[in-house]
């Protein structure tokens, strides 16, 4: 694929709702990474995947926060009972990395979540 | 902690000036530094690395690991170079951590 795509672009939803963002990372790199883009924040790391396992989660803001990555591609992050505090612009981005080595990140467009 | 500091929200400039956008690190290891860039509608790209020495753009940084500062520096600020900069840090784990960004405006 052309780069890392992400779906919705937007996304707006009632507080007390689940929502599913999207990644697909670009093709053939092993690395994907999820981050958060609050007003005044900057990013935020959330999780991070290597192949399908997630080696730090140490970013996920609760346990209404979880991910996962299937056959080494596509991943999903899911938002349990949004709140207003979890609007923001969530980022994807992947690498061709492998362990011991720091590789350029790819962002994605990212998704635009706001929690009404 | 691992920590990126960008003092800075905003910085405004005329074209031809000098810019200088700060970047303060705190990690106690030998941490990779790098600049990423935001231009308006597009999305986030890295804009270059410290291990790589060199200039993108005609942006340089040079890290200096005594004041633990990782300043992006162009001598001449053209209106293109508008946009949002973010330094990060990548201290020996995957993840990035970022600065919360700089917003800078060239005004012709």
């Known amino acids: 694929g052309a780069g890392v795509s992400q779906s919705p672009s937007n996304k707006v939803t009632e507080k007390g709702k689940d929502v599913e963002l999207r990644c697909d990372p670009i093709?053939?790199?092993?690395?994907l990474y999820w981050y958060r883009q609050s007003l005044g924040q900057g990013l935020e790391f959330l999780i991070y995947?290597?192949?399908?396992?997630?080696?730090?989660k140490s970013g996920l803001p609760s346990d209404r926060f979880s991910a996962e990555r299937t056959g080494g591609s596509v991943s999903t992050l899911t938002i349990q009972r949004t709140q207003q505090e979890d609007s923001a612009v969530y980022l994807c981005?992947?690498?061709?990395?492998?362990?011991?080595?720091?590789?350029?990140?790819?962002f994605g467009p990212g998704t635009r979540l706001t929690v009404l | 902690a691992q920590r990126v500091t960008q003092p800075e929200k905003l910085l405004s400039v005329f074209k031809g000036a000098p810019v200088e956008l700060k970047c303060n690190y705190s990690?106690?290891?030998?941490?990779?530094l790098f600049w990423y860039v935001q231009y308006s509608r597009q999305r986030l790209q890295l804009l270059l690395r410290?291990?790589s020495r060199e200039s993108i753009k005609g942006f340089t940084a040079d890290l200096n690991k005594g004041e633990t500062s990782f300043h992006l520096k162009k001598p001449f600020a053209q209106e293109e170079d508008s946009a949002m900069y973010y330094c990060?840090?990548?201290?020996?784990?995957?993840?990035?951590?970022f600065g919360t960004g700089t917003r800078l405006q060239v005004f012709p």
């Open positions: 981005a992947s690498s061709g990395q492998t362990s011991g080595g720091i590789y350029e990140q790819f």
């Open positions: 990060a840090l990548s201290g020996g784990t995957d993840k990035l951590i």
């Open positions: 995947f290597q192949g399908n396992s997630a080696p730090d």
């Open positions: 093709s053939g790199h092993t690395a």
């Open positions: 990690y106690s290891g030998s941490p990779e």
């Open positions: 410290h291990i």
